[in-house]
């Protein structure tokens, strides 16, 4: 699992988007368990504390490619939870050839 840092930055677009991930790939080692809900938790807070401001003008969108089976999954469904009255969303996708059945329910 690796995550992609979170820069001064912020990606604009899909082609932000795109050229953050391609940046990012040569420098990370991809490895398991994988384990999203702390990546989950984390962009929630960060959603919480903007959430808090009278402003409130941002939405997060969380984009998570995983060539593995999520091995936390309870703790990620939990996760997905607790953020979903947050200014966010959560996407979760599986790539490669593993079995991502059990992924569905998320």
């Known amino acids: 699992v690796a995550a992609m840092p979170l820069t001064p930055r ?3 677009g899909i082609q ?3 050229e953050s991930y391609q940046s990012c ?10 384990n999203v ?9 960060v959603a919480a504390d903007e959430e808090r401001t009278k402003e409130a003008s941002q939405y997060f969108i969380l ?3 995983t060539d593995g089976v999520v091995t ?3 703790d990620t469904r939990e996760a997905i939870v607790r953020a979903s009255y947050l ?4 996407i979760i996708v599986g790539v490669g050839n593993a079995d ?3 992924m569905q329910i998320l």
Request: net charge positive; hydrophobic share 45%; glycine share 6%.
């Open 25 to 34: 790939l040569p420098k990370i080692q991809l490895y398991g368990p994988t």
């Open 100 to 102: 991502f059945t059990d």
């Open 37 to 45: 809900a702390p990546i989950i938790s984390k962009v929630a807070r």
């Open 87 to 90: 200014p966010m969303s959560i």
């Open 10 to 12: 912020t990606p604009t």
């Open 63 to 65: 984009l998570i490619l």
């Open 16 to 18: 932000g988007v795109v």
């Open 72 to 74: 936390d999954m309870a």
